[in-house]
Antibody, heavy 123, light 108 residues
């Protein structure tokens, strides 16, 4: 069974750095695109970007390029979403999600989802 | 970037009724790469439909997708109590992939 397990909720101050994680299990981690989706409070879904852990190929939505960093550690089957300097507007739920070749190989379509990580940025 | 518009914003229906949700794209969705997701409060989205009309594994056949080009429809033939949720469309044929703002299916 494919599982994506995300790290726990975070409360941070503006200007602080943060890395949230997403551990994959039940499949070959290096063979599937994995990415991140933002959901601000009471709002819809926003596609942020993806990484292919097999070769670290990374793609970002223009809205998020330069704002966050997506990475992966193949040795521990874990993907990361990182901020160097948080803003209050980064307060949101963040989901990691994985593609499946059964439906699409581009990486843009998310089939399996993590449980979400709530990030709150407040002074 | 392709902008997706969903209508109505909220659909108030009773269990057993038919739900028809619309998703319109600002330009043609390449290869009809249009997906639908369901999200319940406090839960992650659930993948329902791909390629405009393909049903994902394990999704009940009361859910069906249709459409092409710029106009797409998600139909729930007979609403079950567990179907009341927010539904999002997503185009994944062009970069960047984009989601619509969602339609809430509420109990009347």
């Amino acid at each position: 069974e494919v599982q994506l397990v995300q790290s726990g909720a975070e409360v941070k101050k503006p200007g602080e750095s943060l890395r949230v994680s997403c551990k994959g299990s039940g499949y070959t981690f290096t063979a599937y695109w994995i990415g991140w989706v933002r959901q601000m409070p009471g709002k819809g879904l926003e596609w942020m970007g993806i990484i292919y852990p097999g070769d670290s190929d990374t793609r970002y939505s223009p809205s998020f390029k330069g704002q966050v960093t997506i990475s992966a550690d193949r040795s521990i089957d874990t993907a990361y979403l990182q901020w160097s300097s948080l803003k209050a507007s980064d307060t949101a739920m963040y989901y990691c999600a994985r593609q499946s070749d059964d439906y699409d190989s581009s990486g843009y379509l998310f089939v399996e989802w993590g449980q979400g990580t709530q990030v709150t940025v407040s002074s | 970037e392709i902008v997706l518009t969903q209508s109505p914003g909220t659909l108030s229906l009773s269990p057993g009724e038919r739900a028809t949700l619309s998703c319109r794209a600002s330009q043609t969705v390449s290869r009809n790469y249009l997906a639908w997701y369901q999200q319940k409060p406090g839960q992650a989205p659930r993948f329902l439909i791909y390629g405009a009309s393909g049903r994902a594994t394990g999704i009940p056949d009361r859910f069906s997708g249709s459409g092409s080009g710029t106009d797409f429809i998600l139909t729930i033939s007979r609403l079950e109590p567990e179907d009341f949720a927010v539904y999002y469309c997503q185009q994944y044929g062009s970069s960047p992939p984009t989601f619509g703002p969602g339609t809430k299916v509420a109990i009347k």
